[in-house]
């Protein structure tokens, strides 16, 4: 009803190791996608609408997966055909980080959190990542070079955080310490005053500012109520908005002569 110009999945599309029947094999994670893309809300919306996607660890294969992580006996699905599945069911270009502009106004950034990221159970330090060495040099070169008046990545998992002292598996996390750092600094050196984070993963919504960089960055939480939980609840020091509540984020650009405004609405469902 808001007639959007293009919709993003930021990733966790379907869940192979939760919901049932566990995608223990190729057969059942290609059911898994004719399962969700088949309600009749999505072959409606998406008969009109553009879409974008993005893959996280449930939809690659299980909770917080990296390539060499030892595998559940049951699991007949490798870390290899997740990959491989993924880009079968959605449509894709050459490869699954890319970038792409929406007139003078907007440019977003979707990244790839799963095909080159180190253990999470790996020591700290320069040489673990998430993104890999060559995605990470393409980002920044490539947001340094536009000359959109607002810049979006939409990262699948979150960069500013909070997040729960229990998770492992992104760059809000002490395992990721360094990059995510280093990532919020050069933010701050290079694109700090029209950049935004957008992330999935989290299933509550909020805008959070980080304290140190000023890294702004918004949680799309849960599309469902049923499924909005695991806040570590809300911190001044971060957090300009917070519930655990489902819904969507509902992003508008807008420009007359000189002046360009951007709003991020964070709807229910």
């Not at 190791?17 to 057969?27: G, H, L, V, Y």
């Not at 898994?32 to 088949?38: E, I, K």
């Not at 072959?43 to 553009?50: A, G, N, Q, S, T």
């Not at 990244?111 to 995605?135: H, L, Y």
């Amino acid at each position: 009803q808001l007639d959007p110009r293009f919709f993003i999945s930021a990733g966790d599309i379907v869940y192979y190791d939760s919901d049932d029947p566990r995608a223990t094999t190729e057969e059942l994670a290609r059911y898994h996608w004719q399962r969700m893309f088949s309600f009749p809300r999505h072959i409606r919306m998406l008969l009109d609408i553009p879409g974008y996607w993005e893959k996280d660890d449930h939809d690659t294969l299980t909770d917080d997966t990296w390539s060499t992580q030892p595998q559940r006996p049951e699991m007949k699905l490798t870390f290899e055909e997740g990959l491989r599945i993924f880009r079968e069911q959605v449509p894709m270009g050459e490869r699954t980080y890319r970038t792409f502009r929406w007139g003078k106004t907007l440019q977003i950034w979707l990244v790839e959190g799963r095909d080159f990221r180190s253990p999470n159970n790996m020591p700290d330090g320069p040489q673990k990542t998430i993104w890999g060495a060559e995605q990470k040099q393409w980002l920044q070169r490539s947001l340094v070079e536009s000359d959109a008046d607002w810049k979006i990545l939409v990262s699948p998992t979150p960069i500013v955080g909070p997040d729960r002292d229990n998770k492992h598996d992104n760059h809000s996390n002490p395992d990721f310490a360094y990059e995510g750092r280093e990532f919020r600094e050069w933010v701050k050196a290079n694109v700090a005053d029209n950049f935004f984070n957008i992330n999935g993963d989290r299933h509550w919504q909020y805008h959070s500012v980080h304290p140190e960089t000023g890294l702004h960055e918004f949680s799309v939480g849960a599309a469902s109520d049923s499924h909005a939980s695991g806040s570590p609840g809300e911190d001044k020091r971060y957090h300009r908005f917070h519930r655990v509540q489902g819904g969507f984020l509902q992003v508008e650009t807008m420009r007359s002569g000189s002046e360009s405004q951007i709003h991020f609405r964070l709807r229910d469902v």
